[in-house]
């Protein structure tokens, strides 16, 4: 039976977009993610950076509004910034709600070096969240 995750932040450029790469990722065939945000900032050239440094190609994703998906009956919403979590739009759904407030990378201030390195810091907070995330709910690659 198919399993089906939205991935929710402010912007759907960044955090939520970082998230969708590594779920789709570390979970089996049969798990669906998507992302969404409550307004659509376009996917952060950034986020693509560096998640194509771990090998993973997010430059076909789409910044999605949260809008699109009102009638998809999810079984996990995870939200990815405070703002989503007060601001998401109840879903009549199944969906079992999780919420990790994730630094904004795209926020970040300096030289372009101290920018990336920051992306790259959130990355890997990313990563470990979807790591033990997929992990508890059975939905890595093993099944």
Request: charged fraction near 20%; charge should be negative; glycine fraction near 6%.
């Amino acid at each position: 039976m198919s399993k089906s995750i939205l991935v929710l932040c402010t912007g759907n450029s960044c955090r939520s977009q970082i998230a969708e790469g590594y779920l789709r990722d570390l979970s089996g065939s049969q798990v669906k993610v998507y992302s969404a945000g409550l307004e659509t900032h376009g996917v952060n050239p950034r986020a693509i950076q560096v998640m194509q440094e771990k090998g993973i190609d997010i430059s076909n994703h789409t910044s999605n509004n949260i809008s699109e998906y009102v009638g998809v009956n999810f079984d996990f919403v995870i939200t990815v910034c405070d703002n989503a979590k007060e601001s998401c739009p109840y879903f009549l759904t199944k969906a079992q709600r999780f919420h990790f407030n994730f630094p904004d990378p795209a926020k970040a201030k300096g030289t372009e070096s101290e920018i990336i390195e920051e992306f790259r810091s959130v990355r890997g907070l990313i990563k470990d969240y979807c790591t033990k995330f997929v992990a508890e709910h059975g939905l890595d690659n093993a099944n």
